[in-house]
């Protein structure tokens, strides 16, 4: 009873500030991936200062981070936040334990951090917790509408394209069938709510494992020429092959033309991995990125729709294993850059 008295309470100004701003409107921003598996990051309280010097108004939180959202307040920075994936059987299992998640992490600061999204989990399907993430996501979800915050905050989860069976040509796209049935779920949950469905679109690990058929011009949105005719449609760049792709595959799964894609993490690594994994074909593929879903195009298959899209990642992380994934980073550690990015205001 005492919670539901606080959101009574509530002053007029910050209702005031939340329906004046522009924070949830479709744009094509660029946000970054604030990864933290690394024993020589700066504080998060230097890291929101870094993002606010280069005008980065979005960045995803893999998993709430008390540091992390204290710092964010105030910074206008809006936030995807995650759960831990070993949360996800509680969550699905315990209302009680997802509206504590959210008592602990979203009602501290939803009047000072924006939260764009929650995602329940991180490239969990396919896989052993597969199963837990939709009942996950409607526990979550019922939990926000309890506490009747003056603003919604939607729920999904965040896959890898190693949910596809299907990715080629693009307009073929469809879900693996042994987890079509979770995904039929999920879709049919983000279509009736107006979510948006989370992935990792990483042009970088397609050309990497089939490097002979795919140009690598295609895959650093370098090439002048259609490389790809799928029918009418014709691409230039893996990544719009890859997102219709995925969008294939919503619709198949009952999304219809109503589910958004965001694009929670894509990059290129900078070392350790020969000619391919170089500073300069990181600078090209994450610049051209940038450039490509700025300019609102969106893909041929979505023409003009925005495309929201976050760079992976701040920093160069060395408790991540050992080669490309350590190597990810725009910035070392001492926050200095690996390489320029052009964020675009």
Request: aromatic share 12%; net charge negative.
């Amino acid at each position: 009873m005492a919670q539901l008295c606080f959101f009574f309470l509530i002053t007029a100004v910050s209702l005031l500030l939340f329906l004046q701003s522009d924070s949830f409107t479709e744009s094509a921003a660029v946000g970054v991936n604030y990864g933290m598996l690394g024993d020589n990051l700066p504080p998060p309280s230097q890291v929101v200062t870094l993002l606010k010097s280069r005008n980065i108004t979005r960045c995803r939180l893999f998993a709430p981070n008390s540091d992390a959202l204290s710092a964010l307040q105030g910074s206008g920075i809006e936030v995807i936040l995650g759960t831990l994936n070993q949360d996800l059987p509680q969550l699905a299992a315990d209302m009680s334990f997802a509206r504590n998640w959210v008592s602990t992490n979203i009602i501290p600061y939803f009047q000072t951090v924006r939260f764009r999204y929650i995602s329940a989990g991180n490239e969990v399907i396919p896989g052993d917790l597969a199963a837990y993430v939709f009942p996950a996501i409607q526990n979550l979800d019922q939990a926000l509408r309890d506490f009747q915050l003056p603003y919604n905050i939607p729920v999904s989860t965040t896959v890898s394209t190693a949910v596809l069976g299907t990715s080629y040509p693009p307009s073929q796209g469809e879900f693996a069938i042994d987890i079509d049935s979770i995904m039929r779920s999920i879709v049919g949950f983000l279509a009736a709510n107006g979510s948006p469905f989370l992935v990792n679109v990483y042009p970088y690990f397609s050309y990497i494992y089939d490097s002979t058929d795919i140009p690598l011009d295609y895959a650093l949105f370098n090439s002048s020429q259609v490389v790809v005719r799928d029918g009418e449609l014709e691409y230039k760049n893996l990544f719009d092959a890859i997102t219709d792709a995925v969008y294939s595959a919503l619709e198949r799964a009952g999304g219809g033309a109503t589910v958004k894609v965001v694009v929670t993490e894509s990059g290129w690594p900078s070392k350790e991995n020969g000619d391919t994994a170089t500073i300069e074909n990181a600078w090209m593929y994450n610049n051209k990125l940038i450039e490509h879903v700025s300019g609102g195009a969106g893909t041929p298959k979505r023409p003009g729709e925005a495309i929201e899209a976050y760079l992976f990642a701040i920093f160069n992380e060395d408790l991540k294993p050992i080669g490309t994934e350590q190597n990810f980073g725009l910035y070392y550690p001492n926050a200095t850059e690996v390489y320029h990015v052009d964020f675009i205001d």
